[in-house]
């Protein structure tokens, strides 16, 4: 192995904790066996792996096949959590969803992202920036969605597929676009319950 893999490899491992290195192992190692199959076996297996990886997992949640879940220690979920096929998290930096969130095919998800702003380093060499993402509640997320790190998609909010979320969000906003904006506003549910009386 040429030195600068080997020394990839160690800086890797030293920046993580025995329990979280073992949490990477075991989410690559069970998540290899149980991503692919198909139906109810297929969601209650993926819920058990998940349930013992996560940071915190209330309730059921549906992990469809061949979703890929990366650094599980550090993701928190309400009840309700629904991953679609092809979604990519990555919970490095800290991840948290609320209750009621769907996660549309082909997303990713992201709570770190490479340093890059030394140039006489290679970007490979120079580690992570660790940045927390916040999922709220009631959010349908469309596929093929990038959220990157540190944003905060705000209760209520729907992210149109295709868009790249940049910014965080405000409460039962609609974003479209790259990078995201504000196309249109949900309309929230104490309104909604005033007008149906």
Not at 10 to 23: D, E, G, N, V, Y
Not at 72 to 83: D, F, K, S
Not at 145 to 167: E, L, N
Request: charged share 15%; aromatic share 8%; proline share 6%.
């Amino acid at each position: 192995m040429p030195h600068t893999l080997t020394t990839h490899l160690r800086r890797f491992a030293k920046s993580m904790s025995l329990r979280q290195l073992a949490t990477v192992w075991l989410e690559e190692a069970c998540g290899w066996v149980v991503r692919s199959i198909p139906g109810l076996t297929g969601f209650v297996l993926r819920y058990a792996v998940y349930r013992m990886l996560f940071g915190r997992l209330e309730g059921f949640c549906l992990i469809y096949p061949g979703a890929r879940l990366s650094h599980t220690y550090g993701m928190r979920a309400g009840r309700n959590l629904a991953i679609n096929c092809g979604a990519f998290l990555d919970g490095r930096g800290g991840l948290t969803f609320g209750s009621d969130v769907l996660i549309g095919p082909n997303t990713v998800i992201l709570s770190s992202e490479h340093h890059w702003t030394d140039p006489t380093r290679p970007i490979m060499e120079q580690g992570h920036r660790l940045a927390p993402t916040t999922i709220g509640d009631d959010v349908w997320i469309g596929g093929n969605v990038t959220i990157m790190p540190g944003v905060t998609i705000a209760t209520g909010t729907v992210v149109g597929a295709g868009a790249v979320v940049t910014a965080s969000t405000e409460p039962y906003a609609i974003m479209g676009g790259v990078p995201a904006r504000r196309i249109g506003t949900r309309p929230r549910p104490e309104v909604a319950r005033t007008l149906a009386r």
